[in-house]
């Protein structure tokens, strides 16, 4: 699954592929996607208008059409988005298509058909942790208000910070040098101070590793630069071996040495 670094530039790339580009064609392969709306409640939306940029926010996809209105794509655990020259065989799987006048189409790609395209209407009630809007004053009260849960599931939790999952809750524990157990009212302010501190750093620079090492891509997961997130059997970049454990039902990998 995605995470908020490999979205990050899948948006930076998506702008470089459509924007300014009028669709000329939308084909809708699979319902479920686009639900609430009908296949031509969807393409009456979308088709023949000018895609003027994308963004990302938290773990969704922004597409801002010349009219002013926004489509919303979430790719959830299995989307993928390809792409491809007009009159290519598209990819098994595909729910959707926008076909463009330059002859390019870009698909949307999901086995599950879980991923979801939506008509953006809403504000937004969350923060993005690459935002502004979050502060140390910001993260300290979030720390505050949950002092009985654990530090991932506060960082997983979608309600107030969103875009952070399971994978870079582990990597931005470890970094912070805290137990992703922890419970949020054990830490002192040194340690909060830390944990924010590598919340900003650790999506930064995931950000720009993946920009080198997924260079123009749209689609995919990449991980090369994790230390411990998904290193069951392995170490810690200081040879540390990597411990296992479940929180909240997630999976959860950190250094018993490294972290505190």
């Known amino acids: 699954m995605p995470e908020l670094p490999d979205l990050e530039v899948f948006a930076a790339n998506l702008n470089k592929f459509t ?27 979308a088709e023949r208008k000018i895609i ?10 922004l597409f801002t059409f010349d009219d002013g209105k926004t489509l919303l794509l979430h790719l959830m655990l299995h989307g993928e988005l390809h ?3 007009e009159g290519a065989k598209l990819p098994e799987y595909a729910v959707a298509a926008f076909h463009f006048f330059d002859k390019k189409t870009l698909v949307f ?8 395209l ?7 009630h969350t923060v993005d942790p690459t ?5 140390p004053a910001f993260f300290k009260k979030l720390l505050s208000d949950k002092a009985k849960i654990t530090v991932k599931e506060i960082l997983i939790d979608q309600e107030k910070v969103t875009g952070i999952g399971s994978a870079y809750a582990d990597e931005i524990c470890y970094n ?4 992703p157990q922890r419970l949020a009212g054990e830490l002192d302010e040194k340690e909060i101070k830390a944990l924010y501190k590598a919340v900003v750093s650790t999506l930064k620079d995931a950000i720009a590793k993946i920009k080198k090492g997924m260079n123009g891509s749209i689609t995919g997961e990449y991980t090369a630069h994790f230390a411990v997130h998904g290193k069951k059997k392995g170490v810690c970049p200081l040879g540390h071996k990597i411990a296992t454990l479940k929180i909240g039902g997630r999976g959860s990998e950190y250094c018993a040495k490294c972290q505190r």
Do not use: C, N
């Open 118 to 124: 939506r008509l953006h209407t809403a504000g937004e």
């Open 109 to 116: 790609k999901d086995h599950t058909q879980w991923l979801k």
């Open 52 to 61: 003027k940029g994308v963004k990302r926010f938290g773990k969704q996809l």
């Open 131 to 135: 935002s502004k809007a979050f502060t």
């Open 176 to 179: 912070a040098k805290i137990r």
């Open 83 to 85: 792409y491809i020259d």
């Open 19 to 45: 924007a300014g580009k009028k669709i000329k064609k939308i084909e809708i392969f699979k319902d479920k996607p686009i639900l609430p709306l009908k296949p031509l409640e969807f393409i009456a939306f």
